[in-house]
């Protein structure tokens, strides 16, 4: 086991790719993980912040942007545990078009009968990321074919507060990649949030690039091999 130093806590590397601290460790999801994913998923769905004001079901910010990718690509997904438990994750699509179809044939139809489109009397009702996670189950939007021949892996990452600005996002994007590389990923995107300034920054400092003319906000990343 290799030891360094990293912020002041003591980082032990395992041989495995596990990556531990004293207070918080980064390893694969496992089945058991999913109400976590849930919760910190709704806990970081308004921008970075805290959406449980937003929904008025706590479990859909999770449907459509965490658990189909922990279910469907497990060996893509991270979670980082201290000891209050599951804090964070990363999760990730290899090919973004395969995802794509899966989410057609095995998540969204699902979805649709537990959470019927609203009529529009209803719909104004809603909040913004409410009627934005309702759209993406009616009406998924599909990647990008110029994007996606460039840049085919995707991801979504969020840390609870109390481990942001730790080195753990780093980490867990570290990890991420080093797993899409070993796949054969040439490239990985990612949407950011209009609102979500932070995020933005954290991306550009870490080697993503905005992609210019997108009418939302893409950052990409090449993986050469
Ligand atoms: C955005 C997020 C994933 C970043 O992870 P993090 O653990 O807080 O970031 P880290 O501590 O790993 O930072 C890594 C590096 O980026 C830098 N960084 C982080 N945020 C930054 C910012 N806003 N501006 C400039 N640099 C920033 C850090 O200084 C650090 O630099 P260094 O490694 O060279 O010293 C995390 O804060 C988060 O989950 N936020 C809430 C949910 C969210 O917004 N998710 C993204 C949705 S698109």
Redesign the pocket.
């Known amino acids: 086991m290799a030891r360094r130093r990293c ?1 002041g806590c003591v980082i032990r590397v395992r041989y495995n790719g596990e990556v531990k601290s004293e207070s918080c460790r980064i390893r694969r999801f496992v089945p058991g993980d999913l109400d976590d994913l849930y919760r910190v998923c709704l806990q ?1 769905a308004d ?3 805290d959406g449980t004001a937003a929904f008025a079901d706590p479990r859909l910010p999770g449907d459509v942007y965490a658990v189909p990718y922990a279910l469907l690509e497990p060996s893509l997904a991270l979670v980082a545990q201290d000891l209050a438990g599951v804090g ?1 994750y990363v999760v990730a699509a290899l090919d973004s078009h395969e995802f794509d179809r899966r989410l057609e044939r095995d998540w969204w139809p699902a979805l649709r009968a537990r959470y019927p489109e609203p009529p529009p009397e209803v719909a104004v009702e809603l909040s913004a990321q409410e009627r934005f996670a309702l759209g993406a189950i009616h009406h998924p939007w599909i990647t990008d074919p110029a994007l996606a021949s460039r840049y085919p892996s995707h991801l ?6 109390r ?11 570290a990890a991420l990649i080093s797993g899409l590389r070993s796949k054969g990923s040439t490239g990985v995107h ?4 209009p609102a ?11 080697g993503f690039a905005e992609l210019p003319g997108t009418t939302a906000r893409v950052f990409a990343m090449p993986l050469q091999p």
């Open positions: 912020r970081t921008n970075g912040q964070g979504h990452i969020n840390l609870l507060p481990l942001q600005g730790r080195g753990y996002g780093r980490q867990l994007i990612l949407h950011v949030g979500n300034q932070r995020a933005a920054q954290f991306y550009r400092h870490i």
